[in-house]
């Protein structure tokens, strides 16, 4: 059985030098919650370009609803780079998750 610490910087090692689209959607879709948080911390502490992000942001999406719609939030809250969080909006929206509308409207009644 794999270590999950190893595991974890496996997922994240992946998400940060492959910017191929299709491999992170699948890694997103198979690892579930490790890959959540190795795509969560790529998308905020990556110094890789905004497209890389942009992408890791789609790979967000891609999560199960459990998983990928918490981090999506914390993206849109969060995130230093005004497309990113506005990539983290759209997919939030395109979600119809409670917790995406129930962010949506504390974010519009401020």
Do not use: H, Y
Request: aromatic share 4%; proline share 4%.
């Amino acid at each position: 059985m794999v270590n999950a610490k190893i595991q974890t910087r496996v997922v994240a090692s992946l998400c940060k030098r492959n910017s191929n689209r299709s491999s992170k959607i699948g890694l997103s879709q198979k690892a579930g919650q490790k890959a959540a948080t190795a795509i969560a911390d790529a998308i905020e502490n990556d110094p890789e370009t905004d497209v890389k992000k942009k992408k890791a942001v789609f790979a967000l999406s891609q999560l199960p609803k459990d998983e990928g719609v918490p981090k999506l939030i914390a993206v849109a809250r969060k995130n230093r780079n005004k497309e990113v969080r506005k990539d983290a909006m759209f997919w939030l929206g395109q979600s119809n998750d409670p917790r995406a509308l129930a962010f949506f409207e504390e974010v519009l009644t401020k």
